[in-house]
């Protein structure tokens, strides 16, 4: 193949150049997406194989135990190989803290992943983020909980690095009367998958914004060949065969496409520190989490230009170019209901697998199949558009009253392919925004205790009691209740008992000493020693007293205490850091919490870090789309420039030409944009529903939905009118130099 042809066909003028840099940047921006979601995914597996030892599990200590490997309160009981483990979960100002209590002999033999040697009873490990929390606050709020800090966690035992996790040192006998204690052999157990649904939409999310960016390289690929029509067709009138021409749209993609996707792959090394600071899952990345391998590099690369390639050939030769600029028209084939099959096919797998979830049956990888059915509708609705686009172009010619209505709507009779194919990346942009933005929307369904009159107060810790705790020692019972009630912004100390058998009508319900429960300000509380009220009061139900008929608490068993503070942050922690220096919480099967505390469970956690990347993926998906729908119309004009430069020869003014291209631009987005916004909706939900068992749907969209909206209208508008633009330069007299 002749050099000087090549550059003849490729890079002959400054527009070359601009076309050149188009395909460059679409691909490098295909490329560095793909990367950063592949590497994404990655990181989801690195994080899981990290944390893996914090779901280690052992048999729980069984009591009466009389063989020789029974643990008693004697460390040397547990041996080298053997250590005691209670894991709780810790709060401090509202972030969760894994806490793990370990009893270890110094010379065991057991280890956990990211700490030297296991803590001795007053020390422990705790991970870096926690350390500077530790620090930045006085030590009764939170430093006190755990004794004197020995060493920090490496990266090695964290999932993120902004994990906080605490390893405490304890003994046996402290150990042995957690209901939760367990005796471990081993730290290095199978990585934690349960976060099964965390994994699906992610993956939905993947899809979603990596098909915007596969629209936009096939968008700008398609521009090459109608920007150079007549480079090709001055190819051809010399000599040239088609499937020359075509090889030489190809190896110029190739090349272009290379370098694009080279540069994807810097800037995805480049910008993968700064991904690793979108919280995921509760966390942010290490930095190398989102490192790719270099296979996995060399193969996003190649799959990128081949497919390129083969996509700018295909087009070349299907474009049917002469010898004298001409190109063969290809009757589109009228599209027919049967495009509505595939959409159609994705709904019903998505309805069928919620339905099933719902109605109780088992359904095997419910992950996977909302994966097929969302992948499935997103291509459904692809497919489905140009015979949507082709009905309103029937409309727009039939009732159109105007010129540049009647030639827009004949010409979107004869290609609704590809007119529907220029705002393909919009309506797939506003269908992810769609589904984005309804999926975020459980994110904000409230789960804010309820406060109201009758109503336990959300700044009153609740600390439940192992229902074995021996209430016949007053002495110590009061000596703690004393050191309680002298923590600075502590305002009162109540124990709640429950009667736990019996055909009594206290039996099931919570009961406090009369001149306790008027402290509470719960409402009225009837004149007796000892009232009880309806136990649903600890989630936030009002409160209603009656009189008990147990008169003496020392019949009954302590299971809840309640310490009221002033409301103040500091105040809380202080009461939480003091309960776990007492000798109660070793009774307890976890920390103190609060109502919030208990509303704020890790379905809402989750929720909310979906929110944070729908949201994001909103933001690339509508930026996409914008440049796609500009590339697309403006090739469409190239491709149409000397009908559009005869109408103008035949008196038709610059505004008729863009109303044409607007309205050729505006119908096939009016056709679509409402099934887009409505399927969107429905698909998120299905995926909601179906993912948490009816847990989660959702809600009415925010002010930030309406904004993406907004920007995509903005954008479609500043597309068209850049296009429109474009129009006096193209129609003028030279465009139909070769009829």
């Known amino acids: 193949m002749n ?53 280690a599990s052992g048999g729980y200590v069984a009591d009466g135990d009389t063989s020789p490997r029974a643990v008693t309160g004697d460390m040397a009981s547990l041996g080298t190989d053997r250590v005691l483990l209670a894991r709780t979960t810790d709060r401090h100002e ?14 065991s033999s057991v280890t956990i992943p990211g700490i030297t040697d296991l803590p001795q009873s007053g020390e422990y490990y705790a991970s870096p983020a926690l350390i500077d929390r530790i620090a930045r606050v006085p030590a009764d709020e939170l430093g006190d909980r755990f004794g004197t800090l020995t060493g920090t966690i490496s990266d090695a035992g964290l999932a993120s690095p902004d994990s906080l996790v605490v390893v405490v040192g304890a003994t046996a006998n402290d150990l042995l009367e957690r209901p939760t204690a367990q005796i471990v052999t081993d730290f290095t157990g199978l990585p934690y998958r ?6 699906t939409v992610a993956i939905v999310g993947a899809i979603a914004v990596l ?29 040239a065969t088609p499937r020359t021409v075509a090889a030489i749209a190809a190896l ?22 700064v991904a690793a600071l979108v919280p995921v899952d509760d966390g942010v990345f290490f930095a190398a989490d989102l490192a790719v391998t270099p296979l996995t590099a060399a193969l996003v690369v190649a799959v990128t230009v081949a497919a390129s390639a083969a996509t700018a050939g295909w087009r070349i030769r299907r474009a049917g170019i002469g010898p004298l600029g001409q190109t063969k028209q290809r009757q589109e084939k009228t599209p027919s209901m049967l495009r509505l099959l595939p959409l159609a096919g994705g709904l019903g797998m998505l309805i069928a697998t919620t339905l099933a979830v719902l109605a109780g049956l088992p359904v095997p990888r419910v992950g996977t199949l909302i994966i097929i059915g ?25 009732r159109s009253g105007k010129a540049a209505g009647i030639i827009a709507g004949n010409r979107i009779r004869r290609t609704p392919v590809a007119t529907f194919r220029s705002v393909s990346g919009l309506v797939v942009a506003v269908f992810m925004v769609s589904v984005f933005a309804g999926a975020a929307t459980t994110a904000d369904q409230s789960a804010a205790p309820i406060v109201g009159p009758g109503s336990l107060a959300v700044t009153t810790l609740i600390q439940y009691l192992e229902p074995t705790l021996d209430a016949a020692d007053p002495v110590g019972t009061d000596a703690e209740r004393a050191r309680l009630a002298a923590t600075p912004g502590i305002t009162g100390v109540v124990t709640v008992y429950t009667l736990d058998s019996g055909d009594s009508p206290d039996v099931g319900r919570l009961l406090l000493v009369a001149e306790a429960a008027n402290g509470l300000g719960l409402g009225a509380v009837p004149p007796a020693a000892v009232v009880s009220v309806n136990s649903d009061v600890m989630t936030g139900a009002p409160a209603v007293f009656t009189p008990a008929e147990a008169t003496d608490v020392a019949e009954l068993t302590p299971s809840i205490l309640l310490l009221g503070t002033d409301g103040s942050t500091a105040a809380l922690e202080r009461a939480r850091t003091a309960l776990q220096a007492s000798t109660i919480f070793t009774t307890g099967w976890r920390p103190a919490v609060t109502r919030t505390d208990l509303a704020d469970d890790r379905l809402q956690s ?69 099934l887009s916004i409505g399927l969107g909706f429905l698909v998120a939900d299905l995926i909601l529903v179906g993912l948490t068992d009816s847990g989660r749907s959702v809600g009415w969209p925010d002010a930030r939905y309406l904004g993406a909206l907004t920007a995509s209208v903005v954008l479609a508008l500043a597309a068209v009118a850049a296009a429109a633009g474009r129009l006096g330069k193209n129609t003028d007299l030279a465009a139909i130099r070769y009829e």
């Open 3 to 55: 050099p000087s042809i090549v550059r003849l066909a490729v890079i002959g003028s400054r527009a070359s150049w601009g076309r050149l840099l188009g395909i460059t940047a679409g691909v490098a921006v295909g490329v560095t997406l793909a990367l950063l979601l592949g590497g994404a995914y990655q990181g989801l597996d690195a994080r899981d194989e990290r944390s893996s030892w914090m779901s």
């Open 94 to 107: 509202g972030a969760r803290i894994g806490r793990f209590d370990v009893a270890a002999l110094t010379t």
């Open 194 to 199: 349960a976060n099964s649904s965390y994994q």
């Open 211 to 239: 098909f915007p960016v596969l629209l936009l390289v096939s968008i700008v690929t398609g521009l090459g060949a109608a920007a150079r029509r007549e480079r090709f067709a001055t190819l051809r009138l010399i000599g």
């Open 252 to 273: 110029e993609t190739a090349a272009t496409s290379l370098v694009g996707a080279l540069i994807g792959v810097l800037m995805a090394a480049l910008l993968g520190p």
């Open 374 to 398: 969302f992948t499935i509708t997103t291509v459904g609705l692809l497919v489905a558009g140009p015979y949507l686009t082709l009905i309103a172009g029937r409309i727009m010619a039939r």
């Open 606 to 674: 989750m929720a909310a870090s979906y929110a944070t990347l729908a949201y994001l993926g909103i933001g690339v998906a509508t930026l996409i789309a914008g440049l796609s729908l500009a590339i697309a119309t403006v090739s469409a004009m190239i491709d149409r420039r000397r009908m559009l430069a005869l109408l103008r020869l035949l008196g038709m003014n610059l505004a008729g030409l863009r109303r044409i291209i607007i309205l050729e631009a505006a119908a096939p987005l009016l056709a679509v944009m409402a």
